[in-house]
């Protein structure tokens, strides 16, 4: 699907005189729908069509153009009739007669038949409906065409103001600075002789008199016009009785206020967590413009505006004085970007141009126009600096555009002097104590110079008498007025010379020139670009995120010297996206409305939505592990690596528009630099919060382990350092861990990818925590014989510390006796690190002759939730394998080494009692209600009896004991001490258990008769019960006896998890070969065991992949897994990688 050419219609004066022009283009939808923006001299729209790109329906789409209208006839399609619509009646004349047209694929362009004339809307009011649709007889329609897709298949379906919002940058216009649709007066509106005595004061004031009527009359909100400046000078008007403040809100400096944070919007995962906030250090002022854009480096503040200049004013840092304004563009500055490896400042404006300036002598050097100069606004910029440099620049035309430094830049456009100007700050408002330096000063840009987007005030723009200096007359002809010159060390560029052949031309040192259609991507969005941010990857490469009003978030890869290429996208956000940050790995998007969304984009998943704020998120920043964001309503707050809330304030009283932050000079902090929709910039002086977690990902990009040094008994350095780094990490699976098992796969990932294996991270489910793949390729067999494939299955997700009695830091891997302590080293990331640098060692010898698949979750300790459909997701990634091996379980003693053949499987299940009343006073209701207590105790109670559970059919289908199992029970319990009995319960025999009792009153008040009783129960199933049977004789079974008691309350009953038994073949070759690994290590032939516990994949895994599964324990019975202490013995942790080995070389021989 594409778009609309753009036809150019140009001015005509005799409008009636010429007839309408038809010309062929291409169009591609049939429903009309449009969106349009402009400048002084043209209208560009894009009406989205489709279906009609390719021949002959190309040639066939008619468009006749009238003077307030554009007639579109559309051929019929296979799926749909003929149709003529009519664009109109427009808000402005065209001159149809003088129309030429271009086909690119893109967007209408027409020519105002009156330039400088802003268009308040692209039709008339009294138009009724905006576009008009009729259909024509198929008949009379020429021969249908196939459709065509556009740019990899995916252009606009629709334009940006049919999505929820695109950025009102009107909104930051003046808000009392009103137009009116009269086309040859834009001033005209009110009473016309005191509106001339107005204009006539103010074109013949003095500079001060000009002062006190701007500041008056912006600062009062259009209701004070004073023209004493010894009076305004020192301090803000008063507002009109009965007024209502600007809507844009251009009140005085507010002080620092801390918010509350109940006026803060959170989600359920969202604490809010108040520690120190931020302290107001200095406010800057650049007089009556409105501050848009920020940047700042080490020595200066950069403050792009909007006004009658639309400068940048650039501040000292050391003492916050102003030393230039930059002029030159004739729109508002929209967004600024500092290069210092180049000591560039590039800057964007609303007129469609980005100029780049000498952050040294502030100079102009580049002028650079967007492709065919119809992108309208530039919103954002990002800096690519591979290959010389490369800028993009996201525009209004939902294209982004770049342009390479590493090669000449050549164009043919001619050269305009913008000016840098140098001065004190009152020099700087009234244009007084500036030099020429031998060139004639340039004329500063007049309103009707710039983008269509101005909206003119209403009497200071009104055009005083013809002829007079920096007049405009009613035609828009403009006879230059003074302009402020150029200061010491920034001349003005001389007149243009033409140099370098026909390729380009220069004035002074200022190259002008034009993007090439080849260095832009149309159409990389539906909606207006807002943001872009750019990211630097760990392998060098270059990601660009770019978000739009039309909601989505998209991530390209930059190519070396420009170019972008689709890798992610981030679609159907709950609204138009303003700005984007990036923080360890984590892309936030600030969104219409107030959210914040973060993704992951290691693994392409969004994992927080942050409702914080009230009004639209329009700026965000980045002090290492905080995010500070900036919103419609002027409010700051600052989000945590935890996304907690650590601090809010009330920053100004009208929008929070733009942020940066920059080191400040002393005691390592930073200054937050905050600008408004008004005339201030504000500073206030922040910390760097470290991290609560021991590294990020970010920190990561440079861990390095120790080299794997002679063969397998030397690289315990290795492995002991990469497990303490794990170790350090809490990834407990819960909500409030989330972020730091985020953290944790990134470090497994780059710890598996350092020693040799191919790894990447795997989305899991929404809100759940990524997996790791890692594949450890093996040689090239020297046979046809085909690699065995294993497939290792493990987790990084550990549980909670609240148990009390740790001896050290369980988030520290401690040595002490011959053991190391910390949370996970036994369960389970000891065992990962284990086979992971087994694995290793065997490629650095070349004896890894089988490929092994390692598939670590981080949500089994939480049940693993969403871990099968992961899988299923991402199958084709995992492969076909041979065999699957885990290490998730401890031997049944201290001394004999084990390998685990049996598991039981478990069913949990929620029972809940509830009365339709609520919680009631014992000594009150006490005998007069059925109490859900009651009914809780007699249905547990018909569950169980001395002789197990009362399910009916639960013991029917549990296997018999065979002589072979009872021999390898005996065995077991001879060597463990063990009681035979007791080991046939826990392994071979179904289980009951009560897990709980919960109540809704309060436990510790004992005259509450609840009005819900919960329990949960568990059931352990055993060869060769069938799991789903189970759990429908369960729910039958306590819905049977409830009704029974023939009680009023309501029953429920929930299956919570369920997992099947897992029993592994004896006989097995991969079964055997572990037998042997396990003896050519340990010396000692292993015990056979089973495990009373349950490992909820391992059956899964099994059936999915169809191949039997091994477990092998590292770990001894006092490990203390899941308990305070936790702790695994290092001759267990070392002998356990050897055997990792030996099995992994024994598989090759299968």
Not at 740 to 768: E, F, M, V
Request: hydrophobic content about 35%; some cysteine; glycine content about 8%.
């Amino acid at each position: 699907m594409t778009f609309l050419a753009i036809i150019s219609c140009f001015v005509a004066k005799n409008n009636d005189e010429r007839g309408p022009k038809v010309s062929s283009l291409g169009v591609y939808q049939a429903e009309p729908r449009h969106d349009f923006y402009q400048s002084p001299t043209d209208v560009t729209v894009s009406i989205y069509v489709k279906g009609y790109g390719a021949s002959p329906a190309r040639e066939n789409v008619k468009v006749v153009y009238h003077t307030h209208s554009v007639d579109v006839s559309l051929p019929a399609l296979d799926n749909a009739a003929a149709k003529l619509f009519t664009l109109g009646p427009l808000a402005g004349a065209i001159a149809p007669g003088d129309c030429s047209e271009r086909v690119l694929g893109t967007k209408l362009t027409l020519k105002k038949d009156e330039p400088g004339v802003q268009w308040p809307t692209l039709l008339s009011s009294g138009s009724g409906q905006s576009v008009k649709l009729s259909s024509l007889p198929a008949s009379s329609s020429p021969t249908p065409a196939s459709s065509s897709s556009g740019y990899k298949g995916a252009t606009p379906s629709a334009p940006s103001a049919s999505k929820p919002a695109r950025k009102n940058w009107d909104a930051v216009v003046d808000a009392e600075l009103e137009e009116d649709d009269t086309a040859n007066d834009p001033n005209a509106g009110g009473d016309a002789a005191l509106q001339k005595l107005f204009s006539g004061i103010y074109a013949n004031a003095d500079e001060d008199t000009k002062r006190a009527m701007i500041k008056s009359f912006t600062e009062s909100g259009g209701t004070t016009l004073s023209t004493d400046w010894s009076q305004i000078g020192k301090a803000a008007p008063t507002m009109a009785s009965g007024s209502k403040s600007p809507a844009a809100g251009s009140s005085s400096p507010v002080a620092n206020r801390n918010i509350s944070l109940e006026t803060m919007k959170t989600d359920s995962l969202t604490r809010q967590v108040l520690t120190d906030s931020p302290t107001h250090s200095h406010l800057l002022s650049v007089g009556s413009s409105r501050v848009l854009a920020l940047s700042a480096d080490k020595d200066h503040i950069y403050a792009g505006c909007q006004g009658r200049d639309n400068e940048i004013t650039v501040f000292c840092r050391r003492d916050f004085q102003p030393e230039y304004r930059l002029l030159g563009h004739e729109g508002s500055v929209l967004c600024l970007l500092v290069v210092p490896e180049k000591e560039w400042l590039i800057s964007g404006s609303s007129a469609g141009d980005v100029r780049i300036w000498s952050t040294r002598t502030f100079e102009p050097l580049y002028i650079i126009h967007p492709c065919d100069d119809t992108s309208g606004d530039i919103f954002s910029l990002a800096w690519d600096d591979r290959e010389g440099g490369t800028l993009y620049f996201g525009a209004q035309n939902t294209s982004i555009e770049w342009v390479n430094f590493g090669k000449d830049i050549r164009g043919t456009r001619p050269v305009v002097a913008p000016t840098a100007v140098k001065g004190n700050i009152s020099n700087l408002l009234n244009g007084q104590g500036h030099e020429h330096h031998g060139h004639p000063p340039p004329s500063a840009p007049t309103p009707s110079q710039r983008s269509g987007r101005y909206k003119p005030s209403p009497f200071f723009d009104t055009p005083s008498t013809p002829g007079s200096p920096g007049s405009c007359t009613p035609a828009g002809r403009c006879t230059p007025s003074r302009s402020i010159s150029c200061g010491k060390g920034a001349n003005t560029p001389a007149a243009a010379a033409t140099t370098g052949g026909d390729y380009f031309k220069r004035g002074g040192d200022v190259v002008e020139f034009e993007v090439d259609a080849d260095s832009t991507l149309f159409y990389a969005h539906y909606g207006y670009v807002y943001a872009l941010q750019m990211i630097a990857r760990a392998d060098g490469t270059r990601w660009l995120a770019s978000g739009s009003g039309d909601s989505d978030v998209k991530v390209w890869e930059c190519l070396p010297g420009g170019g972008l290429k689709l890798v992610r996208e981030f679609v159907g956000l709950s609204g138009a996206v303003f700005s984007l940050a990036y923080r360890d790995s984590l892309l936030y998007g600030g969104l219409q409305g107030g959210e914040i969304d973060v993704w992951d984009l290691e693994t392409g998943s969004r994992i927080r939505t942050i409702e914080a704020h009230s009004s639209d998120v329009l700026s965000l920043a980045v002090l290492r592990g905080d995010v500070y964001s900036g919103a419609g309503d002027g409010r700051i707050f600052r989000i945590d690596d935890a996304f907690n809330c650590t601090a809010a304030l009330k920053a100004h009283d009208s929008t929070a528009l733009a942020m940066a932050i920059v080191p400040a000079d002393r005691d390592g902090a930073y200054d937050l630099v905050t600008a408004g929709n008004d005339s201030y910039v504000k500073i206030w002086r922040v910390r760097a919060h470290p991290s609560r977690l021991a590294r990020s990902p970010e920190e990561h990009r440079d861990l390095q382990l120790p080299e794997l040094t002679e063969l397998s008994d030397d690289d315990g350095d290795t492995m002991l350092y990469a497990l303490s780094k794990l170790v350090a990490i809490p990834t407990v699976s819960d909500e409030q861990h989330r972020e730091p098992c985020r953290q944790g796969a990134h470090l497994l990932n780059k710890i598996l990818g350092q020693l040799g294996a191919k790894s990447c991270l795997l989305s899991g489910d929404q809100g759940k925590n990524p997996l790791v793949l890692a594949t450890f390729s093996g040689h090239k067999p020297t046979c046809d014989k085909p690699r065995r494939r294993v497939l290792f299955y493990g987790h990084y997700d550990v549980q909670p510390v609240g148990e009390k009695g740790w001896s050290s830091d369980p988030w520290h891997l401690t040595g002490k006796d011959g053991y190391l302590y910390g949370r996970g080293v036994t369960d389970n990331k000891g065992p990962i690190m284990a086979i992971a640098c087994a694995a290793a060692a065997l490629r650095q010898r070349r004896e890894l002759d089988v490929d092994l698949v390692m598939l670590i979750e981080g949500e089994e300790e939480a049940g693993s939730r969403g871990f099968a459909s992961a899988v299923r997701r991402h199958r084709q990634m995992i492969g076909d394998v041979d065999v699957i091996l885990l290490s998730n379980s401890t031997w049944i003693d201290e001394e004999d080494p084990c390998v685990v053949y049996g598991m039981r499987g478990v069913v949990y299940a929620n029972l809940s009692i509830e009365s339709q009343r609520d919680d009631v006073h014992s000594g009150v209701e006490g005998g007069a209600v059925h109490e859900p207590m009651f009914d809780m105790v007699n249905l547990l109670s018909k569950l169980s009896d001395t002789g197990g559970l009362k399910v009916p059919g639960f013991y029917d289908s549990v296997r018999p004991e065979s002589a072979e199992e009872r021999a390898l029970l005996e065995s077991v319990a001879t060597a463990s001490g063990r009681r035979l009995r007791d080991l046939e319960r826990v392994w071979r025999e179904p289980s009951f258990s009560i897990a709980n009792i919960r109540t809704s009153g309060s436990t510790q008040n004992k005259t509450v008769i609840p009005r819900r009783v919960t329990a949960d129960i568990s059931l352990r199933l055993v060869p060769d019960q069938d799991m789903s049977a189970v759990v429908d004789a369960l729910t039958t079974y306590c819905r049977d006896e409830f009704e029974r008691l023939q009680s009023p309350n309501h029953l429920d009953v929930k299956i919570t998890h369920a997992a099947s038994w897992w029993l592994a073949a004896l006989e097995n070759p991969y079964f055997k070969a572990l037998e042997n690994a396990v003896e050519d290590v340990w010396k000692r032939r292993p015990l056979k065991i089973r495990e009373g516990g349950t490992v909820p994949t391992m059956s899964w895994l099994e059936k999915e992949f169809g191949v039997p599964c091994v477990h092998l324990p590292l770990g001894q019975a006092s490990d203390a897994g899941h308990l305070a202490n936790e702790r695994m013995r290092l001759l267990n942790l070392t002998n356990g990688k050897k055997v990792f080995e030996r099995y992994l070389v024994r598989l090759a021989e299968i």
